[in-house]
């Protein structure tokens, strides 16, 4: 179990004007989404199906996947841990850093030989199982769907793990689920969690060759999508074409925070990002110390990302949010 995660808000309950520390943003919830829940809520009354197939024959469907090639998850975190366990004590599986800590974890919970990547040109034909965030958390950028494509095609006999769990908030060109699951060694994890902000409900998918995902499935635990999440897949099935958000205002905001920021002067550096979350170093503040003071001075919560392998002590982890919100993170910071 990984400690020091983003949106630790309960530990602040009441002080918190402004998280920056999630990458969920409210604002992409599908509309009539949680009053559907809440009329909904007898369902917990009820065991949920063991395995919730009819919906995910659905989901196939509308990703045009095999009818056998998608598995729904208690979020994308249970995806991650049902494979490092499905592959087994001794699998060799690189990891391209710094990124998301609970691909580390689970593979050492399973007994994996882990080496860290900077890239996947760095790759070697003995790994048989690759781990990908794209794009990236904590860094933002998106690997180019050609590097991707042919890294695999260059190792067949290597499994590409790609989370892409940030794909909504992202207009860069990505492999979709179709293209992963035909390609034969291409494992993709999505969340519904991040893309239609229900992280407390988990809720996510595996898309991935018919026979992966059957391996998965003897072993999984029963009943590890609970009632609520399976009726919120459904209405998400049923209504998500009506979702309306404008991403690409949303992201021109988020590099419009960046610049503010870079421009605060003083050696801070935000390097570049494909999506809405970006890495904040300010040389010589402990990040701990800059998450404390931020709170403090302004209720503003940002991820401390000291922890992300490969990142030095200074590196916060902001979110954009609205224009005003984003503005006095940007004051904050100068003060």
Not at 100 to 126: I, N
Request: charged residues 20%.
């Amino acid at each position: 179990m990984i400690h020091g995660h983003g949106d630790d808000i309960f530990d602040y309950a009441g002080t918190i004007r402004h998280n920056f520390s999630s990458n969920v943003y409210p604002p992409t919830a599908l509309p009539g989404l949680q009053e559907h829940l809440a009329s909904a809520i007898s369902t917990i009354g009820h065991y949920p199906p063991a395995e919730a197939t009819a919906l995910e024959r659905r989901l196939a469907q509308r990703l045009q996947c095999p009818q056998g090639g998608v598995l729904l998850t208690n979020g994308a975190t249970e995806a991650i841990y049902l494979l490092a366990h499905a592959m087994g004590p001794g699998c060799r599986s690189a990891i391209v850093v710094p990124t998301f800590s609970e691909y580390e974890d689970a593979c050492r919970l399973h007994g994996h030989e882990v080496r860290h990547l900077r890239s996947l040109r760095e790759l070697t034909d003995d790994v048989q199982a690759v781990w990908l965030c794209c794009p990236n958390n904590p860094t933002g950028r998106l690997t180019p769907r050609s590097e991707l494509v042919a890294a695999a095609f260059s190792h067949p006999h290597t499994v590409f793990i790609v989370d892409q769990s940030y794909a909504f908030f992202c207009l860069g060109d990505q492999l979709r689920p179709r293209e992963g699951a035909l390609m034969g060694n291409v494992v993709m994890l999505h969340s519904m969690t991040k893309r239609y902000a229900i992280p407390g409900l988990r809720l996510g998918f595996v898309a991935a060759p018919e026979a992966l995902v059957d391996t998965l499935r003897r072993y999984r635990m029963p009943w590890s999508v609970n009632a609520l999440a399976v009726e919120a897949c459904r209405y998400i099935l049923d209504h998500a074409d009506e979702q309306t958000f404008d991403m690409e205002a949303y992201l021109h905001e988020a590099q419009r925070l960046r610049r503010n920021i870079i421009a605060l002067g003083h050696g801070i550096e935000v390097p570049p990002t494909d999506t809405h979350f970006m890495l904040v170093r300010i040389p010589g503040c402990d990040a701990l110390m800059v998450k404390r003071r931020l709170m403090d001075s302004a209720g503003i919560l940002v991820r401390a990302a000291h922890n992300f392998t490969g990142l030095s002590p200074d590196h916060i982890r902001v979110a954009a949010q609205s224009a005003e919100a984003n503005d006095r993170l940007v004051e904050a910071i100068k003060s």
